[in-house]
């Protein structure tokens, strides 16, 4: 293409996390002969990445129905279980309060831990030459319609999405707002290898500080998710290895045993950040650049997930009935899918964080308190089991793991 060739698309996305070419891989998978780009600042590779991430059952039926799940399924671990403790400043007892068996059905576990090469890989390999890949490019300008790359080029289609994360660039040239605020907590994550056996179960554990998750891996690995406050992770980010695992089995107690780090841990400033519109003038936003929660439920990937279920959807329909794809009408649809689910998920992780991430004794005695109810009312425990997997029969096709 020249430099200044103008190439006409029928979707452009711009962002190529596994949000953007889950979306890509939908699109192309749904309709014969649809032209679709994936733009990134990067070249698309497999990342040397040891991090994994929490699929819930709907999300993973996405992954079936576009046919990439086997792939997936080999290097992942299945969630049988989960064990939720509370403990405060000091407690050397950490007792357990809620448990859920880690079925959505016989056989059918709510959530696998997927590793990112593994998902990555297995997109990356159905996309084949089916989605025109341009990258590594840097986006220059937008407009309604157009992109106009660093190198002169540019791309021209109905309907541009942004899924190029929470500092999204196409979001603020659109001029969309996000309301929020800061944690000032940061999360830590890393993988470790443990003397015991996980069985399949994850753990998360309550502490003043903010919630501490270890969640299974193959093999005697698990993946550490670990909320602190923003002072306290300097410290535990500027610890060597062996301080950092006598650190990570007082906390996790005697559940895995003596734990070694697999890699470096690392840190990320946590906030909440919401778009306050999820679409613009022939432009979607999905995954991070329309919401970023907190991390406590282990939702934010199958938030963007569920974008993407929706989005293809919308899109495919229009086109299939001579509709205008990028007009308002239809990306409003999108929007009014995805705002309810997207509001819903941001009050439960923030009502969490707020509820557990602290050490005054009234409000420990109440949430312990109904956390024990919780645990021994089993329809309850269900639904809660039901509303993590992101299981649902109303919602776009892809989540039951059916065709567009």
């Not at 709510?110 to 341009?134: E, K, R």
């Not at 659109?174 to 470790?192: F, K, M, P, R, W």
């Not at 734990?259 to 979607?284: C, H, N, S, Y």
């Amino acid at each position: 293409m020249s430099a200044a060739a103008e190439e006409h698309f029928d979707v452009a996305i711009v962002g190529g996390g596994p949000v953007g070419m889950t979306l890509a891989l939908a699109l192309v998978q749904s309709m014969r002969g649809i032209r679709v780009a994936l733009i990134d600042r990067r070249p698309l590779s497999v990342p040397k990445d040891n991090r994994a991430s929490a699929i819930a059952a709907g999300v993973r039926r996405v992954f079936e129905a576009l046919g990439v799940w086997a792939e997936m399924e080999a290097h992942s671990q299945p969630i049988t279980a989960m064990r939720i403790t509370d403990s405060g400043s000091g407690d050397i007892a950490r007792p357990l309060f809620l448990q859920f068996d880690g079925e959505v059905a016989p056989g059918e576990a709510f959530a696998h831990m997927v590793p990112n090469t593994a998902s990555q890989a297995a997109l990356l390999g159905a996309m084949g030459d089916l989605v025109s890949v341009i990258a590594p490019a840097e986006i220059a300008d937008w407009s309604e319609g157009r992109l106009t790359l660093a190198d002169g080029r540019t791309i021209v289609s109905p309907v541009i999405v942004a899924a190029d994360g929470a500092q999204s660039a196409l979001r603020q040239r659109a001029g969309i707002t996000t309301s929020g605020h800061d944690y000032h907590q940061t999360g830590l994550v890393a993988t470790i290898t443990h003397e015991l056996p996980h069985d399949g179960v994850a753990y998360e554990h309550f502490r003043p500080s903010g919630p501490f998750a270890s969640l299974p891996l193959k093999g005697n690995r698990s993946s550490l998710v670990w909320t602190e406050t923003s002072e306290n992770a300097k410290t535990f980010l500027a610890m060597d290895s062996d301080q950092l695992a006598r650190e990570i089995e007082a906390v996790m107690g005697s559940s895995l045993g003596a734990v070694t780090l697999e890699d470096k841990l690392m840190g990320f400033p946590l906030r909440l950040q919401i778009a306050r519109e999820f679409v613009g003038p022939r432009l979607a936003l999905i995954g991070d650049a329309a919401h970023v929660v907190h991390p406590i439920a282990g939702q934010g990937l199958n938030l963007g997930l569920k974008d993407v279920a929706a989005l293809a959807e919308v899109i495919v329909d229009a086109i299939r009935l001579g509709l205008d794809h990028g007009s308002e009408d239809v990306l409003g649809r999108y929007q009014a899918w995805r705002r309810l689910d997207t509001a819903s998920m941001v009050m439960v992780t923030d009502g969490m964080n707020r509820l557990f991430s602290n050490d005054v004794a009234p409000v420990r005695a109440i949430r312990d308190f109904g956390l024990g109810l919780v645990d021994r009312a089993g329809p309850l425990k269900d639904a809660m089991i039901r509303a993590a997997s992101g299981v649902s029969q109303s919602g776009p096709k892809l989540l039951s793991g059916l065709p567009i």
